[in-house]
Structure formats: C-alpha cells, structure tokens
C-alpha cells in the first residue's frame, strides 16, 4: 500500500480513491488537466508584486509586508511549503518587526493556482496565527475553493514525491 504522508489527515474514501489513481497511473493526467498551466512569476520582485496585490484586495488593515521571496532551503522534509516570519531588529531606539513570506522554490514550476494558495495561506497568518475556523474562513474568502485546491496540492506534491522514485 502507497504511504500517502501528505493526505494522512483526510478520511480514507479520498486517500484510497488517491490509491486507485496511482495504481491506474492516473494521477499525472488528473494534475495536468485540472492544472494545465504554469505561473509567469518567476522572480522574487515578481512574488512581492503578486503578494502585495492579494494583500491590499483582501488584506488593507494587515501590516505593511517587507519581503516576499521564493527560498529553495525550504523543502518538504520541513513540512513548510510556505513561511511567514516577524523579524525584530533594532532601528534606533525602537524595536520594528520586519514581515517576511518565504516559498518554496519548488512552486517556480507549479500551476498558478497553487502558487496563490500558497500565498493566501501565509497572508492570511497576518491575520490569524493559528490553523483555526477563523484562519481557514479567511482563506476560503480570499480564494474560494481553498480546501479543495490544498487538497490537489497535496496530491500533486505525493504526485512529485513518486516521480522522485522512478
């Protein structure tokens, strides 16, 4: 039985019709149809623009973001696609908090979709800093459809992990 480490939270009808995809070597055109096309955002200016742009549609209160950047020293042995971090520095005598979003450098390459989920997920953390109702409501406003395209997510980077093997 294939190990499916990043859907071990769903119920087992949606891992074991995953399962059946596999075994039927489904999986790549399941992806490739519902996710035809790659982003254009290539470039860490680019990822600010694109973040900064979904910040002030849904975000306007939010604090200010200071840096967006793809980071390939995130990886999934990490369990981080995505981070947002508050770096405290000292500027003169006051303490600022600078906001930083990091992703993984793997979704250089992934579906426009995913790439905004990933992002939605670390601007709604401003907002919310846990994984609670209110986190996943906010996601949900901000992209419609949320659940369901974290959950393709998930099957696409098992879908990756797989292709590693062969």
Known sequence: MTALKYLQAYPATLQAQVRQ?????????YLSQRYPDKHAVQSDKALYSFALELKQE??????AIDKVLFDNRLDLTHRAL???TAIS??????LKAKKEIRIA???????????RMIVVHELAHFK?????KAFYKL???MLPGYHQLEF???VYLTWRDLQGKQ
């Open 82 to 84: 995505g981070l947002h």
């Open 105 to 115: 450098s793997l979704f250089k390459d992934a579906a426009p979709q995913f790439l």
């Open 128 to 132: 919310e800093s846990d994984h609670n």
């Open 152 to 154: 393709d997510l998930r």
């Open 58 to 63: 849904y975000l306007r209160n939010a604090p």
């Open 139 to 141: 996601c949900e406003h």
């Open 89 to 94: 520095r000292v500027q003169g005598g006051k």
């Open 21 to 29: 995809m596999i075994e039927q070597d489904q999986l790549g055109n």
